[in-house]
């Protein structure tokens, strides 16, 4: 009996993903950078390629981001302001704000005369007080002059915090940011069916140190707006504003049902019906970001991006429809530069593109990771790219993830359909198809896919996998099953090296697919067409005694053995399985409420149960050892054999059962965990009940080297295929030499060269003819790494 101990290791340091919701941010630079905000970060991108540059901590939640004179400041709902070098990406200073007691920063604006102003809720659980919100108002040119004085150093604890003065109390708090925005002296703010605009005014010392002050005495100057329209929706109580946005002198205000609302000099004329009008766009819920020359780009809920100007052409008030772009998910965010001339769009799956606005074409793509919306999958470790967890993407999708770089470096679309829409109250709910299960061998992969109201209906798909491009499949053979299936293991599963597979093995391949039922069926390759896979007739398990599987193995690769944790009523028994006759070779019944097996070893199988973790060796029929500790979850891969519990990660040698190492511990409590990387520089990777990634890193010089990004290469596109071909671009003194003796290098090209897939859809969706020209050299002209 081993018992394990809870002392860290200090060998091990966590690094927790960053950016996994993106939401609003500036541009700033001249245009050349953006940021966007993400928890307790701030990530910073290049405008022109994507790039991401820097990752910037706070110990706080970061509610707004500011470029001024130079610096980028970035604020807490501490609240505390954080000053940023842009060249280097340093920080220079941190200084405190002056805030009412009792209160707490939702986020922060920036109205038209550079003033910073920030949202203070109440913090308090008392009624009368726990909707109450006030507007704090403050300058960055004290902030800015001062640190360009004195060059002050990081920390400065010892400087007065800036001084805030409340200019407006809000009354109920707004559910996002979007809710309410801020002119120059005064601000709007939109609830239910009601707008709201009120004029700044100076609030009594009173209701600035937090206590509740007369506020209908203090919006006194403010004006409101009641939506009266009726729209063809059930209930007419669910149509009510979703944002408000001023810009110069108009005021933008959408519904939850794509309409939009302008009102322009909304200063001076406020809610005028002679200055009001609208458009009605879809019935999803709409993102907007408009111009001061009267443009909006609009972000719909079913993935398309509209541009609108108001034409006189139209008609005096009516709003024109420019252009549209068709994306690949719904947006969720945008971020407009001040010149107008870039926007940047991020989508419901957190990935995030640079568009330009004039022809709304995309430049690129934003090195983030993608988070999910319905994450079936888990993670997965994957035996042809052990440096990767695989998992899923956006609906119907699946992606690979860098967990050292933490982003996305490959994503395949299983399901091929449309863009699935936002749900929406009014609308019914789209029966998208996404992937529930999936199974990874070197050679192959196989997903199962499920409709969103059919779960006993599966879509079973067989994909090759390319040897150049692991993110690269092509579809053997789809099956549909009128059954939910519950595993699929393959007979590959145990060869982790390229090298060790044959062309028979790979032919050979079969899989093990176990319903939710209990019934058991082979996939195997059609004789005659390779491509095809059926069920073998010959092997096929009924479940007379209607057993539920709760946990399958893997399938040893020497004698072609798993194991199964059967359970019927109370009584849960281990199963070991012969393959080749799909027969129950041994059965385990002295253990208490198994959960879970896995094979250390080809013939070490580990169960996990009430008490701890066992071995069994199935050759010998013995247990050679046991961990007493509860509650724990087991996982094994050639790469490492551990147990984990939650926060701790204990790494187990599997011939005796003591531990490699001192444990090693999550921050955060993790559903699940596997390992990655490489022998002798193994990751640990979890993911928490919330869908959060973490990863524990070695404090080693190869982890360190590996996760540093490649410097950038300047040249042109023809100078990248030079040097894809193994050709370097000579100089003219070097090409003179070579005239005598011209040496011929053949351009290899690809399987199936094609620009069709760039090039497809309207003229004024396209790429520029630069990014289109890299693109066409890359895919159809470059040789390939395994080329002979």
Request: hydrophobic letters at 35%; glycine letters at 6%.
């Amino acid at each position: 009996m081993v018992n394990l101990s809870s002392d860290p290791s200090v060998d091990y340091s966590e690094d927790q993903c960053p950016g996994e919701h993106l939401h609003h941010g500036i541009f700033y630079d001249g245009n050349a950078k953006f940021c966007l905000i993400s928890g307790t970060d701030l990530l910073s991108f290049d405008s022109e390629n994507g790039q991401r540059l820097a990752i910037r901590r706070h110990s706080d939640r970061v509610v707004g981001v500011h470029f001024h004179q130079g610096m980028l400041l970035s604020l807490t709902d501490v609240p505390e302001v954080y000053v940023w070098e842009v060249k280097s990406e340093k920080l220079l200073s941190r200084r405190k704000i002056e805030m009412p007691q009792g209160y707490r920063i939702g986020w922060s604006y920036q109205s038209s005369d550079g003033a910073i102003c920030l949202l203070a809720t109440n913090c308090e659980e008392t009624e009368e007080r726990a909707e109450d919100s006030l507007l704090l108002k403050f300058t960055l040119n004290a902030l800015t002059n001062e640190f360009t004085q004195r060059n002050s150093a990081v920390g400065g604890g010892d400087r007065p915090p800036i001084v805030s003065r409340c200019v407006a109390l809000t009354g109920k708090r707004p559910k996002t940011k979007r809710h309410l925005d801020i002119g120059k002296d005064f601000y709007v703010k939109c609830q239910g069916k009601r707008l709201t605009m009120a004029k700044f005014n100076d609030i009594s010392d009173d209701a600035k140190h937090g206590k509740k002050g007369d506020t209908e005495k203090t919006l006194s100057n403010c004006e409101q707006f009641v939506l009266n329209s009726h729209f063809q929706v059930e209930d007419q109580r669910l149509v009510e504003f979703d944002s408000v946005k001023i810009s110069d002198d108009s005021l933008f205000a959408t519904l939850n049902v794509g309409r939009i609302y302008c009102w322009s000099k909304v200063e001076t004329c406020g809610f005028s019906a002679s200055k009001s009008s609208h458009v009605t766009l879809t019935g999803h819920r709409v993102v907007a970001e408009f111009t001061a020359h009267g443009t909006m780009f609009v972000g719909t809920g079913n993935g398309l991006l509209l541009k609108y100007n108001i034409a006189a052409a139209s008609g005096a008030g009516r709003w024109h429809k420019l252009e549209q772009l068709s994306l690949e998910c719904p947006i969720r965010s945008m971020v407009l530069s001040a010149d107008f001339a870039l926007l940047v769009l991020i989508h419901s799956d957190n990935s995030v593109c640079i568009v330009r606005s004039a022809g709304l074409c995309i430049t690129h793509k934003a090195e983030t990771v993608k988070k999910p919306t319905v994450n079936a999958v888990g993670i997965v470790h994957d035996p042809l790219n052990s440096g990767c967890i695989f998992t899923n993407s956006k609906i119907g999708s699946l992606q690979w993830i860098d967990p050292l770089q933490w982003k996305t470096i490959s994503e395949v679309d299983i399901s091929e359909e449309n863009v699935p829409p936002e749900d929406t109250f009014n609308r019914p709910d789209f029966l998208w198809l996404d992937v529930s299960l999936v199974c990874l061998s070197i050679p192959r992969i196989v997903t199962c896919e499920q409709r969103r109201n059919e779960l006993e209906k599966t879509f079973l798909k067989f994909w090759r996998r390319s040897s150049a491009d692991p993110g690269q499949l092509q579809m053997e053979n789809c099956v549909v099953v009128p059954r939910r299936i519950s595993f699929v293991r393959s007979t590959l599963d145990q060869f982790w090296d390229c090298s060790a597979l044959t062309v028979p093995m790979t032919n050979g391949q079969e899989f093990l697919v176990i319903y939710s039922n209990g019934e058991m069926e082979v996939y195997i390759q059609s004789e005659n067409r390779g491509s095809l896979w059926h069920c073998d007739l010959k092997r096929h398990y009924q479940n007379w005694h209607q057993f539920v599987v709760k946990h399958c193995s893997a399938i040893a690769s020497t004698n072609g053995r798993f194991a199964t944790v059967n359970s019927l009523a109370d009584n849960s028994r281990v199963f070991l399985w012969h393959l080749a006759t799909l027969s129950i070779v041994k059965m385990i019944d002295t253990l208490v409420n198994p959960s879970q097996v896995g094979w250390a070893t080809p013939s070490v199988l580990l169960i996990a149960c009430q008490f701890g973790v066992v071995s069994f060796d199935s050759d010998a029929n013995t247990f050679p050892w046991a961990i007493h500790h509860p509650n724990l979850s087991i996982a094994s891969n050639h790469l490492a054999t551990f147990a984990y519990d939650g926060h701790f990660v204990f790494v187990i040698n599997a011939l005796n059962g003591t531990l490699k190492s001192d444990p090693l511990r999550f921050s955060e409590r993790q559903k699940e965990v596997v390992a990655v990387g490489e022998r002798g520089n193994v990751l640990f990777v979890g993911i928490s009940e919330g869908g959060a990634l973490s990863v524990l890193t070695p404090n080693s010089p190869q982890t360190i080297g590996h996760s540093a990004e490649l410097p950038k290469q300047k040249g042109t596109a023809f100078s990248h295929l030079m040097a894809a071909n193994g050709r370097t671009p000579k100089k003219s003194g070097e090409q003179s030499e070579e005239r005598g003796g011209r040496t011929n290098h053949a351009v290899v090209l690809l399987e199936m060269p094609s620009i069709k897939q760039f090039i497809d859809g309207p003229a004024h969706s396209l790429p520029p003819i630069a990014q289109l020209t890299r693109q066409f050299l890359d895919v159809c002209l470059a040789r390939r790494s395994d080329a002979n």
